[in-house]
C-alpha cells in the first residue's frame, strides 16, 4: 500500500491476512500519518466544547489555546448558564443514570416529555429516542427495511445511513440529482415492495441543502416514503429552527424524520418522528432501542435547549452573521466554498496532500479545522470543514481568515 495516497478505508480488509496483522498493517500508515504531522484526529481538549479550547498538539507537553472551527454546537448552548442549570436539577431530581432499558423500567417522564416535543417540534404525532442520532438511522432503517425492500439513498448521506441499509437492497444516486433520483424510483416502482428514499436535510461536508421540494414531488409520485436526516439543519436553518423541513415548508410530505441532539440542541442522543404506528412499531421491533438503557436524566437539559431556541432567537442571528462574514472573507481569496447554506462551510482544495497540508499549518498557527478526504469525500474532493458558531468572536473569525490568507500564499488553494 502506497501510503502517501492510502486512506483509512484500504485497511478495512486486506485479502488473506489475519486481524491483528492487519492491524499491525494499519499502525504502520498511523505512524507515517504522525510522523508527517498529519495525524490530527482525536486531539486532546483540556477544555469543553467551545469556539476557543485549550488543545494537547501530538508531540506537545503544554497545551496551545486555538480557535476552533469543528464544534457541531452552533448556538453554542453548550455553556449556556440556564442549560447547565437544567443539567444540575436532572441529576439531583433523577439521579446519574436511567438504569434499565424503556421497556423495563428505564421509560421516565422526562423521556416522555422529550418524545412528545420533538414530534411536535416536527409537526408530527409521534417520537422514538435513542441514546445516539447514528443509532436512530441505523436502528430504525435496520427495523424496517427488509430484503424485499429498497433504500435509495443520496451517495453523500452519513455512514450510520448506509449501515442501517445493509439487510436491505441499497440504490444510491447522486448527489443531489434529480435525473439519477427519478430513474432509481422508475426503476425500483414495480420491483420492490417498500421504497424509501433517504437523504439529508443538511448534507455534513458540503453545507447544502437537499433539493427537498423536487424529491419529495418524485419520492411521493413514484410511491415511496420520504426519510430525512436533518442533523445538521435543525436549530440552524429555516425561520424558527426547524431546519431544512421548515426552509421547504414541507413537513405534511416527509414520512420519518431522523436527528440528533449532539448538535444544536448540546447535548448526545437520536430521535425518530413519524407517524404514531410507525413509532410503535420501532418502539416494540427495533432491538437498540428495546434492549438498550434510555438517556440519562440530564435529557431534560435538551428540552431546556428547545425552550431557548424559541425564546432567544438572537443565538441563531448570530450564528448566521458569523457564517455570512466568514464567507464573505473566504470568498474575497477567491477560495471555493462550494454551494453551503447552513453554518458547516467547506473550502474546496481537492488534492489529499495539499488538504492534510493545510490543516498542519492551520494548527500551527492555532487554528483548528478538520481536513476532511476520502472516504468522507470523494478522493478528488478533499476540503478543510468548518464549523461555525453563534459564539465565535469576531477575533476567532478573523484569525482563521488570517490563517488561511497564510496558508493559500504558501500553498495556492484559491480558485483565481
Ligand atoms: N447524521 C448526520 C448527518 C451526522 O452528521 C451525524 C454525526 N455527525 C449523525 C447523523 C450521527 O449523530 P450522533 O453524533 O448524534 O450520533
Redesign the pocket.
Known sequence: IDYAKASFRDFENIPGIDVMERAGEFQLFLDYLSVNGHLNYRIESLSGCAPEMDLLLPGKSIAQKCACFVS?DYLGFTQHPAIKVALQDAIEKFGSGAGASPAIGGHFVYHQQLEDRIAKFFKKKSAILYT???TA?SATLQCLLQKEDIAIIDMAV?A?VYEGCQLTNVKTFLHNNMEALELALKHAQHTFRTKMVII?GVY?QDGDLATMDRIAELTHHYGAYLVV?D??GTGVVGKTGRGAIEEYDLFDKVDIVTG?F?KAFAH?G?YVVADTKLINFLKYQSKQHLFSTTATPTTLGILKAMDLLDEEPFWKDRLWENVNYLKDGLLGMGLDIGTTASAIIPVKIGDIGKTLEAGKQLLNAGVYANPIMYPAVSKKNARVRLNIMATHTKEHLDKLLNAFEDVNKKLSISKT
Open positions: 457541531n445516539t442520532g447514528y438511522n452519513h450510520s439529508d455534513s436526516d442533523a445538521h440528533t449532539s448526545i437520536g
